[in-house]
């Protein structure tokens, strides 16, 4: 319940505020509207009285920042202490002391330092200061983390830093030291990949993972790729002629035998999670970077599509020769590896052509055998290949180049971001320039220039409003990575990647051959930002003029 | 003379105070007698103090009270509105002579 004289301390408190924020010369007058207020009958008509009088008074220290010093008239006063125009420092100091206390004030909200640190991301590939996203270089934070977590003997830890590391040195280092600790981590093997390791190096990790997960056909496949690889640098046999090889053609069949294909994608979530959460990382860019891996050796799966497109071959030849069964069998690999692929990626496009003829020769046979119902069945799932392709091609453009609103939010963050950077220069240089120019650090003798009180108004203004806009386009994507390292929930990862993929690209630019370029459709935002800018420079500095000039009143005779 | 510009607010202020020329008014006694918030009243009063149509005071009606501001038309004031309330009357009764015919609904 509120106390009865409470609006009355109110009122008052409010006047006080407004004659502390009002030009010298209107302080009697808000001194008398305070006075009154002694003789004002009811607590809620005084704070009535109050709202009134508050207002008059603000209305004048808003016109005295506009027209400072002699450019504003000074209203009679029975009073000869306030007859003359005193200093319109007050007001404007308020104002822009609050607006920088408040936007100050933002930064103790963590999302708000995170959103601040996401805005600056987009400084680190210009000035190369540390990871970016997507884009290996060194990073202090992961570093940090890698020496904590080899201090501790945190292998999940060394794991989460060993499929990060850019250096494929280190990343082995890491991962060997990791599974070391954990055989349980020998996936990591899987997920680190084998880039740039040596032949003998990348037969250690597949023979490793072949015995701790000998259903898994993804050994397979990095085996077949070592062996591909190795063919095409050595030029023992033609590019394109890989199946004529026996070494690779055994790995490949091995991989399509499999009972299983597990890229570890669920258990590599699962691992960031919990070291996240354990390290209290609130990094985005850490946690999103897991969203950039499919899991599945890059050229691995380009081999899939080659094995099954002669699968297809030879099964149609052993059709042709009669043995039905063979050619079944042949099919019938085709289609259930292609099947296991779809399960765990996204990735079925890459075998959708020879996944649509297994079912289409599969088909074919039940026709031939007078199995109709197979036929129809085997006819359907045709169908659907191209519909499921298309349908994960969507997804996969989706995830990487993201939605509108990301693109959109990402574009706020960065322009907040850059515009609370140049607002707190420009203030600085304001209260340097005051102080330089006053030859005095007190507040009361600093005498600002109108130019100056201006250019700090508008600079606090700015960065008031910068932050605000910066905390609310960042907050929803502070609520995804807080999804996910509160609950382990993924499911809004993508959107925070396409979102983060964005936020690191200097404002206006675009990547291009390992170097950002001022995109063409930008420089026509350029373009309308200058002329904006420019505009509303013009009509300042006409609302100026026009209150400098215009024809002041006579006081009758 | 450039005066103030007269709206139906300020009038009604005016015309409390010519009420008793001489009397020196407080601002909440205006308020309530016009009728008009402190946000309205206040800015009137200091535009006609501005314009020297009003000279203010600050009294100490009892001990341990803060001191009031009142008001009170300066000779300067009192003459413009009585001007100003002169014209009004004889534009209002020039305004009746005109609309009479047209009241009377006579034939032209």
Known sequence: ????????????????????????????????????????????????????GAGVLAKHAIVALILPGAHRRTVSSASELFDKEGPMRKPAFAVIASCVAASLLFFLAPVFRQAFR??????????HVKQSFGYPSPDPELDALAKKAEHNQDAEALAYAAVRYPDAVQRAHLADEAVHLDPNLTWLYAVAGTAYLSPSEIDRRVSLLKQWDPENGLS?????????????????????????NPSWEKEMDAAFQSPKLDNYLDRQNQLDHRVLSRYRLDDPFQAASGEERYGFPNYGVWECSLYAQSLLESGQTLEAQGDRKSAFEKYSAVARFGQMMSIDSELTFFMSKPLKGAYSRLGALSQ???????????????????????????????????????HWNAFLVRLSGLSILFCAALLLLCV???????HSLRLRSLHPSRLTLALGFGAAVGSLLSSAVLFVSYWPYSELLQRFLSKGDDSGMSELSAFLRDAQHPIGSRFSLGTWVVSSSMTVFYFWFAITILCALALLIAVFRHFQTRQRAHLPA | M?????????????????????????????????????????PILMRLAKYS???????????????????????????????????????????????RPAFSGGKA
């Open chain 2, 53 to 99: 149509l009003l000279e203010t005071k600050w009294v100490t009606t009892e001990d341990g009270v803060p001191p009031r501001h009142t008001y009170r038309l300066t000779p300067n004031g009192v003459e413009l509105v009585r001007s100003t309330f002169a014209n009004s009357r004889v534009s209002a009764r020039s305004a009746l002579k005109v609309r």
């Open chain 1, 1 to 52: 319940m509120i106390p009865a004289a409470a609006p009355r301390s109110v009122a008052i408190a409010l006047l006080r505020f407004a004659i502390w924020i009002a030009p010298h010369d209107t302080h009697d007058w808000g001194h008398a509207m305070l006075n009154e207020l002694n003789h004002v009958e009811g607590n809620w008509s005084a704070l009535i009285w109050s709202l009134g």
């Open chain 1, 432 to 438: 340097l320039g005051v102080i330089v120019r006053n």
């Open chain 1, 118 to 127: 996401v805005s600056l991301a987009q400084w680190h590939s210009v000035f």
């Open chain 1, 368 to 406: 031939t055998e007078g199995n109709k119902a197979a036929a129809a069945f085997y006819g359907a799932l045709a169908d659907q290949v191209d519909k499921t392709a298309e349908r994960e091609r969507a997804l996969l453009r989706s995830r990487f180049s993201g939605s509108e609103v990301s």
């Open chain 2, 2 to 42: 450039k005066t103030p510009r007269l709206s139906p607010q300020t009038l009604r202020v005016l015309e409390r105070f010519v009420e008793r020329p001489t009397a020196w008014r407080y601002g909440y006694e205006l308020s309530r007698e016009t009728g008009l918030k402190s946000g309205t009243l206040y």
């Open chain 1, 220 to 244: 397979h496949l990095f085996a077949a790729q070592k062996i591909g690889a190795t063919a095409t640098y050595s030029k023992g046999f033609p590019l394109g002629k890989l199946e004529q």
